[in-house]
Structures are given as C-alpha cells and as structure tokens.
C-alpha cells in the first residue's frame, strides 16, 4: 500500500513537467494541508487520506502556479544578489582592459603624430625646394592674384 502523501506527490510529478516545480509545487500543498490540519483540530489518518483524495488537477495547477511564482521570485532574489558583485567584478576587468589599451594606444598616437608632423614636414620642405628651382615665389603669385 502506497502511503497518501508519496501517492500525492507521484500525481504531483505526473502533471507537472518540471521536476523542481512539482517539488515545490507538493511543499506547498503540504504548507496548505498542514494549515487544514490546525483548523480542524487533530485530524485522523482518514480524513488526511480524504483530504488528499481530494485535490483535483485544477488544485494541482493552481499549487504549480504558485511554484512558478515563488521559484521566479528565489531567481530573481538570487539574481539581486549576486548582480553586485557580477557589476563589480566586470568593472575591474574593463577598466584593467581599458587601462592597457589605453596605454598602448598612447604610444602608438605619439609615434603616428610624429611620424605624420615629419613626413608633412618634409613633403612641404620638398615643395618649397620645387617651386624654387622651377622659379615660382608664391608671395609673388598672391599679390598678382589678389592684386595687393
């Protein structure tokens, strides 16, 4: 003979799919039969087993909702809890990423903006030297220009 609550818990099992929310979901209902049982004064074996009997899949649904919402709630309980410590840990890794980035990026701005002063450097040393050589004095072409 199957004891009423293993049988109870095995319907429980049977309709709900998730095994975690059937557990919770029969915790419940032992919450829910416990507060029966303190109404009714010190119930026999009888009435607990028709107590039991009972519970229809309509009541075995409402109890799995009710999981739902309390396995939801623990998550996002959990989640609250641990979201400070998740933010913490992933802000030291991003500013230890930012730092060495930002260093080796500064070495490599330095060298570019050196590199690009010399090469417009000598580019306009190289023009300068063209237009002299070809005769050309740009203050000259200006004032013809713009008629200074």
Known sequence: ????HVSTFQRFLARIDDQLQ????FGLFM??????AEHNGDPTDAKYRNYQKQLTEHDIDRFANDANVVLSRFASAAVVTKRA???QENLE???AAAGKG????RGWG???????AFAWTF??????FLLKYYGIDLIEVYHKVFGH
């Open 102 to 105: 930002h260093s080796a990026f």
């Open 85 to 87: 410590e998740i933010l």
């Open 31 to 36: 919450e829910a039969e416990q507060k029966w």
């Open 22 to 25: 059937a557990s919770v979901a």
């Open 93 to 95: 890794r991003y500013e």
């Open 110 to 116: 330095v060298a570019e903006a050196l590199g690009g």
């Open 1 to 4: 003979m199957t004891l009423p």
């Open 123 to 128: 580019l306009l040393i190289g023009f300068s």
